[in-house]
Nanobody
Framework: EVQLVESGGGLVQVWGSLRLSCAAS????????IGWFRQAPGKEREGVSCIGARDGSTYYADFAKARFTGSRDKAKNMVYLQMHSLKPEDTAVYYC???????????????????WGKGTLVTVSS
C-alpha cells in the first residue's frame, strides 16, 4: 500500500523557516519522481518543487526559487522541503506526491500525480 505522510507544518512568522518532511513507502523509490505541491484557500493546487528519482535533480516554481530547497534521503525513504523567508502568501496546505515517472518534466503539475499525501498546513502570520 502506497503511503505518503507529510509533517512539519505549523504556524510561523513572516520571514521565518520551516522544514516539511514526507515519509514515503509502498512503492519503488527509483521509479517515481516526488513532487511538492500546495493549495492556498480559494486557489487551485500548484506545483512547488520536483525531485527526480534517478539523479535527485530538483526543479522549482518561480516563487520557490532561492527560498525553498527540496531534498531526499533514499536510505530513509524521506523527502524534504526546506522553506526560508516565508511570506503570508505561502500560507497553504502542502502536499507531497508521487509523479508518474522517474524524471521531472518541470517543477510538477497536478496532472502528473499518481498518488497524493494528505497534506500539512503551513500558516505564515504577519
Amino acid at each position: 500500500e502506497v503511503q505518503l505522510v507529510e509533517s512539519g507544518g505549523g504556524l510561523v512568522q513572516v520571514w521565518g523557516s520551516l522544514r516539511l518532511s514526507c515519509a514515503a513507502s509502498g512503492f519503488t523509490f527509483e521509479d517515481h519522481a516526488i513532487g511538492w505541491f500546495r493549495q492556498a484557500p480559494g486557489k487551485e493546487r500548484e506545483g512547488v518543487s520536483c525531485i527526480g528519482a534517478r539523479d535527485g535533480s530538483t526543479y522549482y516554481a518561480d516563487f520557490a526559487k532561492a527560498r525553498f530547497t527540496g531534498s531526499r534521503d533514499k536510505a530513509k525513504n524521506m523527502v524534504y522541503l526546506q522553506m526560508h523567508s516565508l511570506k503570508p502568501e505561502d500560507t497553504a496546505v502542502y502536499y507531497c506526491a508521487i509523479l508518474s515517472g522517474p524524471y521531472c518534466l518541470t517543477y510538477g503539475t497536478p496532472e502528473e500525480v499518481e498518488y497524493w499525501g494528505k497534506g500539512t498546513l503551513v500558516t505564515v502570520s504577519s
